[in-house]
């Protein structure tokens, strides 16, 4: 049973750097797509964006100049950065796995709220 | 690109069945078989429930179906149970390796 776990900062000061890290266990990195999701207090969610396996990544036009996502295969791990953050990236950020990367997001972590705010 | 647009709420008695629209555009639902719905409980991760328009993942109850029809999705719930009262999302593939949500449905038993 593959189970993701993000982890990091839960308080990120305006115009800082969010950054966000996934372990992945029970299963491996490979051939599935590794996403980020969040989703603003009472709000929709939102696709931020995923990397592949290999490293190739894929970004929302609309966070692109400000987000990097990477990888680590040998923790199994991967990560998010979102620089420049304001009070409108407040929001529980999720990770999840896509295996075909058109949004079969079959496992989810439990999310993790972060709030921007001096 | 923009949210798929879904219907803020929808609502329905124990047994009956409800339906939830997710409309978009032939760039998006309508130009691809690559929607997926999404049952989020309060303060819980969203869950897989429908992919590739109407396939269901192991595990989720066949009460659960859904289809497409131009560029409008959709999701229904048929026999409905209290613990079918969440919020549901679908998504779309849009080209170029990129998804978009909709903005989300209340489900409501009543």
């Known amino acids: 049973q593959v189970q993701l776990q993000e982890s990091g900062p839960g308080l990120v000061k305006p115009s800082e750097t969010l950054s966000l890290t996934c372990t992945v266990s029970g299963g491996s990195l490979s051939h599935s797509y590794w996403t980020w999701i969040r989703q603003a207090p009472e709000k929709g969610l939102e696709w931020i964006g995923y990397i592949y396996y290999t490293g190739s990544t894929t970004y929302n036009s609309s966070l692109k100049s400000r987000v990097t996502i990477s990888v680590d295969t040998s923790k199994n791990q991967f990560s998010l950065k979102l620089t420049s953050v304001t009070v409108a990236d407040t929001a529980v950020y999720y990770c999840a796995r896509d295996r075909a990367a058109a949004g079969k997001l079959d496992y989810w972590g439990q999310g993790t709220l972060v709030t921007v705010s001096s | 690109q923009s949210a798929l647009t879904q219907p803020p709420s929808a609502s329905g008695s124990p047994g009956q069945s409800v339906t939830i629209s997710c409309t978009g555009t032939s760039s998006d639902v309508g130009g691809y078989n690559y929607v997926s719905w999404y049952q989020q409980h309060p303060d819980k991760a969203p869950k897989l429930m429908i992919y590739?328009?109407?396939k269901r993942p192991s595990g989720v109850p066949d009460r659960f179906s859904g289809s497409k029809s131009g560029n409008t999705a959709s999701l229904t719930v048929s026999g409905l149970q209290v613990e079918d009262e969440a919020d549901y999302y679908c998504s779309s593939y849009v080209g170029s390796n990129n998804v978009v949500f909709g903005g989300g449905t209340k489900l409501t038993v009543l």
């Open positions: 590739e328009v109407s």
